[in-house]
């Protein structure tokens, strides 16, 4: 079965969050956003525990993965993985900029390289026939010039790339950490918008620093769609509403989410004896945000001492104890 691969509303690749735990209940908050995997690299690929990093929930389509790497070959071999395994498009990391990943010479670095990343989508698109996509970064270190950010994707769109991911501040290589690389470069935004306005055949997708309903729609007048991340992972229904209005498909209410990931953790933990509760409910930490009960939610479902118990049961509890005030609350 075909699945939409609509860019419109995205979810963002987090290393260490959007696991498979995540991405289902993601889907649940929205039944059509784009779901992407955390980063895989090709060597955990072609020298590591296959299933252990592709396995995912058929629910989860649209679902992407992401692949970190820079040899061709490794690449195309890893895309192959993908199809198999039964991804929607298989999607290069040009935007990671923390110094492990570059130690491994792939990441932002490559932007400086645009010759081997055209290479590097030539080589996964002879090997499959699912979409491939490359997320980058606008700038590195200290170049400001919107021309850098343009000729990059003019020459991997030359090798057949339809489809950039652009957050829309610049990597710093050297001297920021991860959390400071996603905080400290200011946004341009303008950068992404003359992109979409030089290379109207292509799908430009925007990300970083979006945090609301009204941002989204702004920025959906300028181009073709809208990569949440933190902002969605610590609020998971600005997904919900994102897509509810803007692909059309109407959120369950959050009672009915948390309902299904009871029915998920039931299911996970009965069929692998290596799932823990807390690697369900960590990810939804988030889903009552805003409302009356917000903190009692998040206290029980990371309560150490009720999940080392492993009950699914508690996500009922958890429900029961946010629900009490919900229809007071805004």
Same mark, same amino acid.
């Given at each position: ?103 491994? +010479?792939?990441?932002?670095? /490559?932007? $400086?390289?645009? &010759?081997?990343? %055209? !290479?590097?989508?030539?080589? #996964? ?116 509403? +994102?897509?509810?209005?803007? /692909?059309? $498909?109407?959120? &369950?209410?959050? %009672? !009915?989410?948390?309902?299904? #990931? ?69």
């Amino acid at each position: 079965m075909k699945y939409s691969t609509s860019h419109r509303i995205c979810a963002a690749p987090m290393m260490d969050w959007t696991d498979r735990h995540c991405r289902y209940f993601l889907r649940l908050v929205s039944p059509r956003a784009m779901l992407y995997t955390e980063m895989v690299t090709t060597g955990a690929l072609i020298h590591g525990d296959v299933p252990r990093h592709l396995d995912f929930n058929k629910e989860e389509h649209p679902v992407v993965l992401q692949l970190g790497g820079s040899e061709p070959a490794d690449l195309a071999h890893s895309a192959k993985l993908a199809e198999q395994w039964g991804y929607d498009e298989v999607n290069l990391n040009v935007g990671c900029p923390s110094e492990r990943v570059q130690r491994g +010479a792939f990441g932002a670095c /490559l932007m $400086a390289e645009p &010759a081997l990343v %055209a !290479d590097c989508v030539r080589a #996964m698109r002879e090997a499959v026939k699912i979409p491939v996509t490359v997320k980058h970064r606008i700038g590195i270190d200290s170049v400001e010039e919107y021309e850098f950010v343009r000729s990059f994707v003019e020459q991997v769109a030359a090798a057949g790339c339809t489809t950039f991911i652009a957050h829309a501040r610049n990597a710093v290589l050297k001297g920021l950490s991860p959390k400071e690389n996603r905080e400290i470069p200011p946004l341009k935004y303008d950068y992404v918008h003359r992109l979409k306005q030089d290379f109207p055949q292509l799908t430009i997708v925007i990300n970083g620093g979006i945090t609301r309903l009204e941002e989204v729609e702004a920025q959906l007048e300028h181009v073709d769609g809208v990569m949440l991340g933190r902002a969605a992972y610590h609020d998971p229904w600005l997904l919900a509403v +994102a897509g509810e209005k803007l /692909l059309g $498909a109407a959120a &369950a209410s959050r %009672a !009915d989410v948390a309902v299904g #990931m009871h029915a998920y953790a039931v299911r996970e933990l009965r069929r692998d004896s290596r799932v823990h509760l807390r690697h369900i409910t960590r990810h939804m930490l988030g889903l009552y945000h805003g409302y009356g009960r917000a903190k009692a939610w998040r206290r029980l479902l990371s309560d150490a001492s009720r999940l080392a118990a492993n009950d699914p049961d508690l996500i009922l509890e958890a429900i029961e104890i946010a629900e009490k005030r919900t229809a007071f609350a805004a």
